[in-house]
């Protein structure tokens, strides 16, 4: 197998080279667990373990490693994590915060584009995908809106019209996993050596989509819920698939909490139209709350500006400023401990220099 199928390139070589050490090789992760990890390398498949010192920072799937190749019988050893191009991540889900403020979970890592897919069913809520953009924005890949499921609904082009009223220039392409009807769109993300995850809630069929574009099963799918209209959730691991066509493709689980992290200018991306109205507010440090001269508050007054859009916005730059006020406390915190010992430290010198 070529490193180049797998997404190699210069930068990644220059990466392993400051190494030096030449009994390292790249290998890109295809499975992770806690200790154990596939990885997929010149050789074909690798099992390998990851050494203690590395699981303070663990490789995700997606990663590149240097990695020493296994004795016959044994595991290889993944050595180092190479510099990630890109990686998509969460606030930590289920996870109380700490004092040291939220607690992130990177979930996969060096994508180049992120296909976010909704559902045509009672999946669709144009409020999540605004939160998947903000998050897809954020990892450093590009995204793409996948309408799925559109053999379900009777006007799909409508939804279509929805979501593009948001996703600015977001691509938004409208298709059927089960059917294969418009998958042809997905063709120009799935080029040689390049990798694209898909994310979205449980049962939106990303596992048919991932079956679909493979040719065969590669992960079990569930059927649709009579009760609620909504897939099932299937997929449970993290997984990266080389596809016929030399693309690469990383199915996730479906999310149940969204948490958001990053910095604010994150937002510009996700709600454009938000941004260019805020060039003609009076204070450059407008918060569209209730500022005076607020251009945004005036587009929205006058019907510019769909009030669902405005709160959705004013929701997101909320939770982003609740978390980065906690990091700022916590990083002032730090400081003052590591302060304080200090000065106890110089305290006790002089006390026994004293004496």
């Known amino acids: 197998m070529e490193l180049e199928q797998l997404g190699w390139d210069q930068t990644f070589a220059a990466d392993l080279a400051r190494l030096a050490d030449p009994l390292l090789v790249p290998a890109r992760v295809a499975r992770a667990s806690r200790d154990f990890y596939t990885l997929l390398g010149h050789c074909g498949e690798i099992d390998a373990r990851l050494p203690g010192k590395l699981r303070r920072e663990p490789p995700?799937?997606?990663?590149?490693?240097?990695?020493?190749?296994?004795?016959?019988?044994?595991?290889?050893?993944?050595r180092a994590l190479l510099p990630r191009r890109s990686c998509f991540a969460r606030v930590a889900a289920g996870r109380r915060q700490s004092r040291g403020g939220a607690e992130l979970q990177v979930l996969a890592a060096n994508i180049d584009?992120?296909?976010?897919?909704?559902?045509?069913?009672?999946?669709?809520?144009?409020?999540?995908?605004?939160?998947?953009?903000?998050?897809?924005?954020?990892?450093?890949?590009?995204p793409a809106i996948v309408l799925n499921k559109a053999d379900l609904c009777a006007i799909p082009e409508s939804f279509r019209d929805q979501v593009a009223a948001?996703?600015?220039?977001?691509?938004?392409?409208?298709?059927?996993?089960?059917?294969?009807?418009?998958?042809?769109?997905?063709d120009p993300y799935l080029a040689p050596g390049k990798t694209v995850a898909l994310l979205g809630s449980s049962g939106v069929g990303?596992?048919?989509?991932?079956?679909?574009?493979?040719?065969?099963?590669?992960?079990?799918t569930g059927a649709i819920s009579a009760s609620d209209g909504k897939g099932r959730h299937t997929t449970t691991h993290r997984e990266l698939f080389l596809l016929p066509g030399g693309g690469l493709l990383i199915d996730n689980p479906g999310m149940r909490e969204l948490q958001l992290f990053g910095e604010e200018t994150v937002l510009a991306d996700t709600f454009e139209e938000i941004h260019s109205l805020a060039a003609g507010c009076r204070f450059a440090d407008c918060r569209h709350q209730q500022e005076p001269g607020c251009a945004v508050l005036a587009a929205a007054a006058a019907g510019e500006l769909a009030p669902q859009r405005l709160?959705?916005?004013?929701?997101?730059?909320?939770?982003?400023?609740?978390?980065?006020?906690?990091?700022?406390?916590?990083a002032e915190a730090v400081q003052r401990q590591k302060w304080r010992a200090i000065h106890k430290e110089v305290r006790r010198f002089q006390k026994r220099r004293d004496d």
């Open 206 to 220: 990303k596992s048919t989509l991932l079956n679909r574009l493979a040719g065969h099963a590669l992960q079990p």
């Open 113 to 142: 584009t992120a296909l976010i897919i909704t559902g045509l069913d009672g999946d669709f809520n144009l409020r999540r995908l605004e939160r998947y953009l903000t998050l897809a924005w954020e990892s450093g890949a590009r």
């Open 311 to 330: 709160a959705s916005f004013q929701r997101q730059q909320q939770e982003l400023e609740y978390l980065n006020r906690r990091a700022t406390s916590s």
């Open 166 to 186: 948001i996703a600015g220039e977001v691509p938004v392409h409208l298709l059927s996993a089960a059917t294969g009807s418009g998958l042809a769109a997905l």
């Open 60 to 78: 995700v799937v997606g990663d590149w490693v240097a990695c020493t190749l296994p004795a016959p019988g044994q595991s290889g050893v993944i």
